[in-house]
T-cell receptor, first 114, second 115 residues
Framework: DSGVTQTPKHLITATGQRVTLRCSPR?????VYWYQQSLDQGLQFLIQ???????AKGNILERFSAQQFPDLHSELNLSSLELGDSALYFC?????????????FGPGTRLTVL | AQTVTQSQPEMSVQEAETVTLSCTYD???????LFWYKQPPSRQMILVIR??????QNATENRFSVNFQKAAKSFSLKISDSQLGDAAMYFC????????????FGKGTSLLVTP
């Protein structure tokens, strides 16, 4: 158990819908990262927050957005869902914005768009 | 963007034997970190080992060690005394300050361990 929690574990929805994925980082971790794992794209970085502020963006679609709240939990919002958005979405957390610290991954949320 | 390449989609090793997984990366940066993550069938991402680019000494964690060749931009993972529980997808990843320290992953190598 990494200490990072993600809810829900599984999510099944229809095209065009909107969903919210939630992540609670390890206690004391200020930095949260979101990654998407799909069969065709592999593991891709989406977005990073540090202590409530957006710090870096990766291959995140405009239909996707995220935020980190004062209690440091984060939410990833996916809207106008398409079949291709079906993937495993990971959240990871680390203590500080430093390359030497370890990113701990949550168990992931499996999103299926029908 | 930095590219991480894992040229072996699948590898197989017998229990108790040694296997080496390959990884190369492309970067012009001097400050970066390299990682190997393991993803078993449970899908959990587990850190196996990490290497700081400024360190010449190769990292070692129990049965896992790396061969870091900075000039060649190569970062291979050696698993000694392979166990059935080592069967998993293994991802090589790159991380640097310019990318906000996000991990840039390779496509992965699926490791099969046979009795």
């Amino acid at each position: 158990d990494s200490g990072v929690t993600q809810t829900p574990k599984h999510l099944i929805t229809a095209t065009g819908q909107r969903v919210t994925l939630r992540c609670s980082p390890r206690s004391g971790d200020l930095s949260v990262y979101w990654y998407q794992q799909s069969l065709d794209q592999g593991l891709q970085f989406l977005i990073q927050y540090y202590n409530g502020e957006e710090r870096a963006k990766g291959n995140i679609l405009e239909r996707f957005s995220a935020q980190q709240f004062p209690d440091l939990h984060s939410e990833l919002n996916l809207s106008s869902l398409e079949l291709g958005d079906s993937a495993l979405y990971f959240c990871a957390s680390s203590v500080e914005l430093d390359g030497s610290d370890t990113q701990y991954f949550g168990p992931g949320t499996r999103l299926t768009v029908l | 963007a930095q590219t991480v390449t894992q040229s072996q989609p699948e590898m197989s090793v017998q229990e108790a034997e040694t296997v080496t997984l390959s990884c190369t990366y492309d970067t012009s940066e001097s400050d970066y970190y390299l990682f190997w993550y393991k993803q078993p069938p449970s899908r959990q991402m587990i850190l196996v080992i990490r290497q700081e680019a400024y360190k010449q000494q190769n990292a070692t964690e129990n049965r896992f060690s790396v061969n870091f060749q900075k000039a060649a931009k190569s970062f291979s993972l050696k698993i000694s005394d392979s166990q059935l529980g080592d069967a998993a997808m293994y991802f090589c990843a790159y991380r640097s300050p310019n990318s906000g320290y996000a991990l840039n992953f390779g496509k992965g190598t699926s490791l099969l361990v046979t009795p």
